[in-house]
């Protein structure tokens, strides 16, 4: 058995819920901060589809005891979803 400390990171699933969206970015309601500079992969809900973009937190400020706003650029979406995006954008300007 190892006795050192191990150190490392780890993935978690964090209930998110999208407060602005654009082709460019988001604005997201959650529980927990996000350091700015770092990048996620956000799992995006739309119409019961799922789309995976890959964003660098820009900012991140509580709102609440328990809440922050973070805000979120596209840095890396695959070309597929990114359609998928913008034909979802579109569809809720009319």
């Known amino acids: 058995m190892i006795s050192e400390p191990?150190?490392?990171?780890?993935?978690?699933?964090v209930p998110a819920r999208l407060l602005d969206l654009s082709l460019g970015g988001a604005l997201l309601d959650l529980s927990t901060s996000l350091d700015v500079g770092?990048?996620?992969?956000?799992?995006?809900?739309?119409?019961?589809?799922v789309l995976w973009v890959q964003g660098e937190v820009r900012r991140c400020r509580r709102v609440r005891d328990e809440g922050f706003q973070v805000?979120?650029?596209?840095?890396?979406?695959?070309?597929?979803?990114q359609s998928r995006l913008q034909s979802y954008l579109k569809q809720r300007q009319q």
């Open 38 to 49: 770092a990048i996620h992969d956000f799992a995006l809900q739309l119409d019961g589809e």
């Open 71 to 81: 805000g979120v650029e596209f840095i890396g979406i695959d070309p597929h979803d």
């Open 6 to 13: 191990v150190t490392g990171t780890a993935r978690a699933q």
